[in-house]
């Protein structure tokens, strides 16, 4: 699933020791993910225009090599409504260090689930499901699984969590698109494989996973040294 | 690469046993094998000379056979030598329990005898083992014999990265009544790893269940392993250590810090229908029962008890353990109640736990097993025995067991393990009932049954 374009984001990002956030959303949008349409920008006017297009409301988040957890710098805002709030977000991101940009996101809804992937020593990358959001390391409702994964692997992994039935429809709410989840995970089980010699560990988080599609939302990779 | 001569050798040289020293291990594993194992065991010493009437050979290449197997005790600097002997005069495989390899800083030497191996086709075990305990043909271990406890001969092999853990699980087999087929300590794995010993016993007759005991996995050897067990057509067992995470690593991202390594593990090899023991505890009880059943079976259990409170016991560790008791229809409830004696048939209850009371007699008990073991609302059955109840006899364990053959349901006995209890246990595992020194230990026994 590597094609041309992937490799040379991933041989460019290893003097960093980890992909930058539109990067990242690159590679899974040319490996064939539902990424959120999205814009860099560092200048207000450019930073309008690109919102306007998105269409507000509208996620922005802060680009920069030296920042890899972005919401301890409040480096994500979401709910943007207008010109306004945008260009006042950005003099503030304009501020942190190592600013090389902000990254404008169409807001995505649905259940925030994490899909992430681990380069494990003894035996190699292995896949992550779990109730994403901050609050993912607290709760810890995750299961694991050896990439690839197959649709019983999948199957077996979403039914493991304890949230499972927020999936499922829970009081009234409308069911998640399961079969999307599960292709999602397919093809990144798959791409991981490939990305092996490449990655030390991945968080998709969140993945916006609504009755229709799953959306990735935030995306980091992080480099072997 | 071909182990049988590694494990089932029929001649053996054992290299550097002393003509003064009667204590050398490379003399306790000489006089073990020449005393008490069918192997032709030859004892080898570079100086060459006598101990007592047995020649001590000064080079391999003056041995009268072809040998299967060379043990080597040598110190690690002399063993690239070993090797090059034993590989000129074609023996076929070695132990060397010889430590002070890449575990005392001496990685070179290490690689140097794998590479050796390699290229002259070479198994060897070790280094820094015990080697291999295999009933019917040799015991490479430097125990004295008569201070090792000997498992009886049967059909659970265990395979350890520690020597003292393998010794010590012998005991515990031994005291459990689990039959051994192979106990092998692979020390450093430089060579035949955990996945090369799987291959062979799959495929080994005498072997029925296959565990290991691992700290951990070379790079990307956990992956190959654990494809290789899914394919086993025995249960895989595995006990790991090593579980917690050495101290607080930076981790950058959220799913390494949730997927870590003994995390990554777990999932690994229970994806892979790879059964993980806790403990040691767990570990007997899954061999013991597997080694009897290896048909994996529906998660309902049927109970029949003489006391209430072993039965409520019981139901608690079987629903912790994920495992139902179901409430039996009233057909099969009125059926046991029928067939019970008469002191019996007012004061039982027979909705699952079936508890027979302190007035139950071994009829009792076989009358229940039978209207249990032909009902399909239940998938094992385990019973609880009180063996100091008046009408309960040391027969029970093999009335029980011709029932169990008649039903094809698998039956799990507890009773407490105490020297006068013994002759009753062994009614029940000498005649094909696993029987657990706890309520606990007979439930994990059904868990595992329950593998898929």
């Avoid at chain 2, 009125?334 to 004696?341: C, E, F, L």
Wanted: include cysteine; charge should be neutral; proline fraction near 5%.
């Amino acid at each position: 699933m590597l094609n041309k374009e992937i490799k040379s984001i991933l041989e460019k990002s290893k003097k960093w020791g980890w992909v930058l956030e539109p990067d990242a959303k690159r590679i899974f949008s040319l490996a064939g993910f539902q990424t959120p349409k999205f814009a860099v920008a560092k200048k207000a006017e450019e930073a309008i225009e690109a919102a306007r297009k998105i269409g507000y409301p509208v996620v922005v988040k802060i680009v920069s090599p030296e920042i890899i957890h972005k919401s301890d710098v409040k480096g994500v805002v979401i709910g943007i409504k207008d010109d306004e709030r945008l260009v006042a977000v950005l003099e503030r991101f304009r501020k942190l260090p190592g600013f090389a940009g902000m990254l404008i996101d169409e807001m995505a809804s649905g259940v925030e689930l994490i899909i992430g992937a681990k380069n494990d020593v003894q035996f190699g990358p292995m896949m992550l499901l779990g109730f994403g959001g901050v609050g993912v390391e607290i709760y810890k409702d995750v299961s694991l699984r050896m990439a690839p994964l197959s649709n019983a692997h999948v199957e077996g992994m979403m039914k493991e969590l304890k949230a499972y039935p927020l999936l499922t429809g829970y009081r009234g709410a409308k069911p998640v698109n399961i079969s999307a989840i599960q292709k999602t995970l397919i093809r990144f089980s798959k791409l991981m494989m490939d990305m092996k010699d490449y990655f030390e560990s991945v968080d998709l988080n969140p993945v916006m996973c609504s009755d229709k599609s799953c959306t990735i939302v935030d995306a980091r990779i992080m480099l072997k040294k | 690469m071909n182990l049988k001569p590694l494990l089932e050798p029929k001649t053996m040289a054992v290299i550097g046993v002393s003509a003064t020293n009667e204590r050398h291990p490379a003399n306790v594993i000489f006089d073990k094998n020449h005393h008490r194992y069918p192997v032709q065991v030859f004892a080898v010493n570079p100086k060459g000379g006598q101990l007592h009437d047995e020649t001590l050979y000064a080079r391999i290449s003056d041995l009268p056979q072809k040998i299967d197997l060379a043990v080597i005790a040598a110190r690690a600097e002399f063993v690239p030598d070993v090797f090059t002997q034993c590989i000129k005069a074609g023996v076929k495989s070695a132990a060397v329990v010889s430590g002070g390899f890449t575990e005392g800083g001496r990685k070179d030497l290490q690689d140097k005898i794998v590479a050796m191996a390699r290229e002259a086709d070479f198994p060897f075990i070790g280094p820094n083992c015990l080697g291999i305990f295999s009933p019917l043909h040799v015991d490479t271990f430097f125990l004295p014999i008569e201070r090792m406890i000997k498992p009886n001969y049967g059909s659970v092999a265990f395979i350890s990265q520690s020597g003292g853990i393998l010794v010590d699980q012998m005991i515990k087999f031994s005291q459990q009544g689990v039959g051994m087929s192979k106990a092998i300590s692979i020390g450093n794995k430089a060579f035949v790893k955990e996945i090369d010993l799987l291959r062979y016993l799959m495929t080994d007759r005498t072997t029925k269940v296959i565990a290991f005991y691992v700290e951990g996995f070379a790079e990307g050897e956990g992956r190959d392993f654990v494809l290789a067990a899914e394919g086993a057509p025995k249960p895989v067992i595995i006990m790991k250590s090593g579980k917690s995470e050495a101290g607080h690593r930076a981790v950058s991202s959220h799913t390494a810090s949730m997927a870590g390594d003994y995390a990554s593990f777990k999932a690994a090899i229970a994806q892979h229908n790879i059964l993980e023991a806790a403990n040691e505890h767990e570990l007997v009880s899954f061999c013991e029962v597997l080694s009897v059943y290896q048909h994996s079976i529906g998660g309902r259990i049927g109970i029949i008890t003489a006391s209430g409170g072993h039965g409520a016991m019981a139901v608690d560790a079987c629903v912790a353990e994920k495992m139902s008791v179901p409430e039996l229809s009233q057909e099969i409830q009125d059926d046991m109640k029928a067939a019970v004696s008469e002191s019996v048939q007012t004061i039982a209850s027979f909705g699952n736990p079936v508890d027979l009371t302190g007035s139950a007699t071994d009829d009792d008990f076989v009358a229940c097993a039978k209207v249990m073991g032909a009902s399909d609302e239940i998938d094992c059955i385990v019973f609880l025995l009180l063996p100091y109840i008046p009408g309960i006899t040391l027969d029970i364990g093999v009335r029980l067991s011709q029932v169990c053959r008649q039903y094809k349901k698998p039956f799990i006995a507890y009773a407490p393990h105490v020297e006068k209890y013994n002759m009753m246990i062994d009614g029940f595992e000498l005649n094909g009932i696993p029987a657990s020194s706890s309520i606990e230990g007979a439930v994990l026994m059904a868990k595992a049954l329950t593998r898929k």
